[in-house]
């Protein structure tokens, strides 16, 4: 779901980007600065590490203009949840540009990681560990 809104007092550009089982709704707002609400908190107590928060803002780093990023994120761990914003923030750029796809797209961000935990299958423990053998 990707889609650009005019409102009366501000233009933003919305995308969703996702990883194993997280899901984030991104908006882009032109702003004067760079601020990220991520569930009505910010960056810095959302993503406790440095990494999670470098992850986050990775599109953002070789763009000329700045931002304001607001985003629910939902499902997986914060991990998951760090890279499902770096993609939908990706996917948001590009609705607001279409010149900065080329960038984007060689740096890997538009494109969805899609590992993920495989299912456990009947008769096994886990997804591929079997029960101890015993020949008697």
Partial sequence: MIKTKETSK????????RRKTSVARVRLTPSSKNTFVI????LETYFPTDEMRLLAKEPLANIEGKFKVSAKISGGGIHSQSEALRHGI???LIVHDI???HDLKRAGHLKRDPR???RRKFGLKKARKAPQWSKR
Avoid: D, I, Q
């Avoid at 501000?10 to 980007?17: D, I, N, P, T």
């Avoid at 569930?39 to 910010?42: L, M, Q, R, Y």
């Fill in 39 to 42: 569930n009505e908190k910010e």
């Fill in 90 to 92: 990706a996917r948001a």
């Fill in 10 to 17: 501000e233009r933003y550009s919305e995308a969703v980007g």
């Fill in 99 to 101: 010149n900065l796809r």
């Fill in 116 to 118: 993920s935990k495989e």
